[in-house]
């Protein structure tokens, strides 16, 4: 923020460099090459021109002579037909305007643009479009751009990195943005990395300080500042550098003050004076530390402010600094109100708002009228506090406002900045995409050039063969023989597979037979339980009988009697109960006679869910499901071979339970396995159904439950030929059908239909 | 001596009413029968201060015995509040897993079909003079 004057001198301070020191003995020179050089010719030009641009450093010819210098230049170069000539001597014309004739000043820039753009000089070109930035309002923004984009396309980091910090400058005090001058500043620092040079990066290091210290982040500034400083120490002595340390130093104190570390604000200020070689300068460290010393109470501090605003009101000063003017005169202020006295404070608070006023800074202003507001307070005088505490809020408000307001802006531009990398970033990728498109032609060709070259091998190849296939014939004569034997040991294989597929048929019915075993035993078990019992207890009772005849008790021999009738009843019928199961057992494990007979599918049923339950009750022991059978009364007898029938019954009674033994380990609470069976007579037809409850049959496998060897049971557990043998038996052996109906995770149906 | 036979074996009753008709008649033994688990459950909550054992089969439908038997364990867990029975479990599988599954769950004895009536009526004298 302090550094817009030299850049407004300037225009770019790319010159100030090498200026200062030597300018004099440079100047001197370039007079003494001009009086040497009479000739109208470019070299001329070019003296004359440089000549009025290294004046402006060291002000030592009036801007009347730098005026005519320029002016002799840019005749010369029209006669000449120079167009850097007249570019570079129409700006220095402009540059030695008077800067308040904004529209003069302007003009001359503009003049000079298509001169250098003509001329090609892209240097010179950016020099103005850098400094048409500060004189066309907002318009300037577009003409900082082109300088960006101009030294971006010459490549120059130098270059770059002068026009992102001439950007920076166009923000802060054209549109008085701080916070687009703080992004164009972030975007100047790693240009100026790039640059290698330590100055330009202490330069930009400096610069992000500021920008920062601009909206308020002065911790952030801080860091950038001891950056700096640390970087600053490693440059060569020379003026600039020197004075780079005495502005990061004063620029240190600043931020400490406004961070309220006093003690290392006045530090940095007393370090940053024995660098000031201006006057004003010298004015600006010193006013500081008079700030720094009332508001660390120190003794001196009226006696050190007092003399610096004796000194300001004498020339060279008296109608320049005005900030810094104000600036003191806050101090002052602020000491009198502190020691209480009012009307010193008064006096000196309104002399600061004056001052202010005169300054285009706005902070001075709003401190002077808060300073203002608290005097007349001390003073009693409400009425003039009260006014003057209003327009305090006022401003504050209003500065509070534009901040808001600029940090919108700063959004939205950077919110563009990005579409217009997006955009960017869209036309490369089309540009990758006609490069990966003419990448994939290439390919195409190449491609194409192979295929004609395998062609061609091939045609050689075929033609070679061609030679080769008498030979072959006598080949394939031996092959034909082969393949004969090849032939019988394939049907020999057929065969055999047959034969496999008999025995695995048997295995299957072994299998199932092998399933029934634990459930008849444990069926055979109970009967037999109480043949024995009865019988045992029947031997007892007749002992008693005789007990009971010989004493002559008549009751009790007709009681006894009665029991063993019973008991005899008993026996026959837990007796014909295993008879019933054994002969079960023997007709599934007979094979299948085929002899169809009249059987009562109600009782074929019943018996086999009794063994398939026991079955696999005697495996797991923990197995209990309801069984609801629901037979209707008199089915009539249907012409079957029982122990077929009897086999499919079984094999879907297995899955049932298998079914619902799974659905049980999953653990539902409240599940209650269920096995239904029922018959039914349709007209022609019987119909029995097995439904259970348990894990279902998914769309996709139910398609597939009647091929061979098909199971979803774990390897080993199931031979995958239950219900596909279970199919042909009721289809082709008894011309009936068999269907599934079946919901995943509901259960499943299964439906025999046999003619009667 | 309160005994309670539970089977799913309707015949069990006649049996056992033969088996014990001189205890029955002396008044030594009576015998409660119910035919699946959740029936003797139901007894017991009218009748358990009565019922001194429970004679079980373990493979019933519905509720299984060794269900019943830790039912029972867990409603009557014995000395000092409710008093606890007796159980002996009987089963056609007299394989080891059931005898310890059975023996886990808190039975008192595990006997094996067919059942050896003279033997469980040694057995149930024993019990008797013991609770005496």
Sequence with gaps: ?756 | MKILVVDDEVDVRVLFEQRFRREIRSGEFSFSFAYSGEEALNYLHEHVSEVVLILSDINMPGMSGLELLRHIREEYPGPPVPPTPQVMMITAYGDDTSRQQAMQLGANDFLTKPVDFAALKSKLISLENHEN
Aim: hydrophobic fraction near 40%.
């Design chain 1, 1 to 756: 923020m302090n550094r817009l004057h030299l850049l407004l001198l300037a225009g770019l301070w790319l010159l100030c460099q090498i200026a200062c020191a030597q300018s004099d003995s440079t100047t001197q020179q370039l007079w003494q090459q001009l009086r040497h050089h009479p000739q109208a010719d470019t070299s001329r030009v070019n003296l004359l021109n440089k000549l009025a641009d290294y004046d402006i450093h060291k002000g030592s010819i009036s801007f009347a002579r730098r005026d005519s210098l320029a002016v002799q230049a840019l005749q010369l170069a029209q006669r000449l037909d120079d167009f850097y000539g007249q570019a570079y001597a129409c700006y220095n014309l402009a540059t030695s305007s008077d800067y308040a004739l904004k529209k003069q000043v302007q003009a001359k820039l503009l003049q000079a643009l298509p001169l250098a753009e003509r001329s090609g000089n892209k240097p010179l070109l950016i020099r103005i479009l850098s400094l048409l930035a500060f004189f066309s309002e907002k318009q300037g923004l577009g003409y900082s751009q082109r300088a960006i984009a101009v030294a971006r396309a010459l490549g120059s980091p130098v270059l770059l990195k002068r026009s992102y910090q001439n950007q920076a400058d166009y923000f802060a005090n054209i549109e008085g943005n701080n916070y687009l001058a703080l992004q164009a500043t972030l975007q100047e620092l790693p240009v100026a990395q790039q640059t290698h040079m330590p100055v330009e990066e202490v330069d930009a290091l400096g610069d992000v300080a500021e920008r920062y210290m601009a909206v308020n982040d002065y911790p952030q500034a801080l860091l950038y500042l001891q950056q700096a400083l640390g970087k600053a120490k490693t440059l060569a002595p020379s003026p600039q550098a020197r004075y780079q340390k005495g502005w990061l130093l004063y620029d240190l104190g600043e931020c400490n003050l406004l961070m309220g570390h006093y003690a290392q604000a006045q530090v940095a200020y007393q370090r940053a004076l024995p660098f000031a070689d201006q006057a004003s300068t010298i004015m600006q460290r010193r006013r500081g530390l008079a700030d720094v010393y009332e508001r660390q109470r120190n003794p001196k501090a009226l006696a050190y402010a007092r003399q610096l605003m004796q000194e300001l009101q004498q020339p060279p000063y008296a109608e320049q600094l005005w900030r810094t003017r104000s600036q003191v005169c806050l101090t002052l202020g602020r000491y009198y109100l502190r020691t209480r006295q009012a009307d010193s404070a008064v006096y000196y608070s309104r002399y600061a708002l004056h001052m202010a006023q005169a300054s285009t800074a706005k902070e001075p202003l709003r401190d002077a009228l808060q300073l203002m507001a608290q005097a007349y307070a001390q003073q009693k005088d409400y009425a003039q506090a009260y006014a003057y505490q209003n327009r305090y809020l006022g401003l504050k408000d209003t500065l509070s406002n534009e901040q808001t307001a600029r940090q919108v802006t700063a959004i939205r531009f950077t919110q563009d900045l990005a579409r217009q990398k997006g955009q960017i970033a869209l036309l490369t990728r089309n540009q990758q995409l006609q490069a990966e498109a003419a990448r994939r032609q290439r390919l195409l060709l190449l491609a194409a050039l192979a295929v004609l070259t395998l062609i061609g091998g091939l045609v050689f190849v075929l033609a070679r063969n061609n030679r080769l296939k008498q030979r072959a014939n006598l080949l394939l004569e031996q092959q034909k023989a082969e393949l004969q034997v090849q032939r019988d040991q394939t049907t020999q294989a057929l065969t055999d597979l047959r034969a496999t597929q008999a025995q695995l048929i048997q295995k299957e019915k072994m299998a199932s037979l092998g399933e029934l075993t634990a459930g008849i035993a444990h069926e055979i078990q109970n009967p037999l339980n109480f043949v024995n019992n009865f019988a045992d207890v029947s031997a007892e009772l007749v002992a008693e009988l005789k007990e009971a005849q010989a004493a002559g008790d008549t009751e009790e021999v007709v009681a006894l009697a009665e029991d063993l009738g019973q008991n005899l009843g008993k026996i026959h019928q837990h007796g014909q109960r295993a008879s019933s199961i054994v002969r079960g057992m023997l007709e599934h494990s007979r094979a299948s006679t085929g002899e169809r007979q009249p059987t009562d599918l109600n009782t074929l049923a019943d018996e086999y869910l009794r063994l398939a339950y026991h079955g696999l009750r005697a495996k797991d022991k923990s197995f209990n499901a309801e069984l609801k059978t629901n037979f209707a009364p008199g089915l009539p007898l249907v012409e079957a071979v029982s122990q077929d029938l009897g086999r499919v019954l079984l094999n879907l009674f297995n899955n049932a339970f298998y079914a619902v033994q799974l659905r049980q380990k999953q653990g539902e609470p409240g599940y209650q396995p269920t096995i239904t069976v029922s018959t039914k007579q349709l007209n022609q037809q019987v119909q029995i159904r097995v439904a259970d409850n348990g894990t279902g049959i998914r769309d996709a496998v139910r398609e597939k439950i009647f091929q061979p060897f098909f199971t979803t049971k774990p390897t080993g557990e199931g031979t995958g030929l239950g219900l596909s043998l279970s199919y042909d038996i009721i289809t082709k052996g008894h011309g009936g059908t068999l269907a599934v109906e079946s919901e995943a995770g509901q259960g499943t149906e299964f439906i025999i239909t046999l003619p009667i």
